[in-house]
């Protein structure tokens, strides 16, 4: 069966800090990866996907993955976050259902 | 106004009751989904539809029932069976089933068993 890993559960960071979110999946075949947020009070919505080509792929507001086939991780990065970007975020793994993570809570500072 | 409609966004039931979630959507979507959301613990799947009048359990189903008699409506049902039923249910719906369709959720309803 297909799992999901989200190591970090609650990241705390200050205005403009980078930011990277942990994200590994156990499942040797073809996937599609996704990390999805839950703002505060609002539904969860896409932050951006992974199908297939450039393994580096951009979201929303600033975001960005990479898949590392090697190492079955598809980390979420963004270089300057903001108070804005306080919510849970959640990766999520597509082989045969998709699979999500327990997610990550990031608080920013202002 | 496309999306996810899902009601009650508050609800509370003694124990022992069956009760009714309800998820509604404007987009056209194949598939349909219900997810459990609990603290720490992500989203788990407990009922997917690919189609109408077809559904299929997911990874927690136990406790749980849902009908799929119109494509745009997928009631759960939450049976006195369930054995901890407090939680966050979310509904989600996709064009298909297909593994790369992005899912669209619902607000979500927050049932409490008293």
């Known amino acids: 069966a297909q799992s999901v890993s989200q190591h970090n559960h609650h990241v705390i960071l200050s205005e403009a800090a980078s930011l990277e979110l942990g994200c590994n999946y156990s499942?040797?075949?073809?996937?599609?990866l996704f990390w999805y947020v839950q703002y505060p009070g609002q539904h969860l919505q896409l932050l951006l996907k992974y199908f297939s080509g450039d393994p580096l792929v951009k979201g929303i507001k600033g975001f960005e993955a990479e898949f590392i086939k090697s190492k079955f991780s598809f980390n979420l990065r963004k270089p300057s976050v903001q108070w804005s970007d306080t919510a849970e975020y959640f990766c999520?793994?597509?082989?045969?259902?998709?699979?999500f993570g327990s997610g990550t809570q990031l608080t920013v500072l202002p | 106004d496309g999306g996810i409609t899902q009601s009650p966004k508050y609800l509370f039931r003694k124990e022992g009751q069956n009760v009714t979630l309800s998820c509604e959507q404007n987009l056209n979507h194949d598939a349909m989904y219900w997810y459990r959301q609990d603290p720490g613990q992500g989203l788990r799947l407990i009922y997917y539809s690919q189609i109408v009048n077809d559904f299929q359990k997911g990874d927690i189903a136990e406790g749980y029932s849902v009908s799929r008699e119109k494509k745009e409506s997928f009631p759960l049902t939450v049976t006195s069976a369930q054995k901890n039923p407090t939680a966050f249910y979310l509904c989600a719906s996709a064009e298909s089933g297909a593994g790369g369709n992005e899912q669209f959720f619902g607000p979500g309803t927050r049932l409490t068993v008293l």
């Open positions: 999520a793994v597509n082989a045969r259902q998709l699979t």
């Open positions: 499942y040797g075949g073809t996937v599609n």
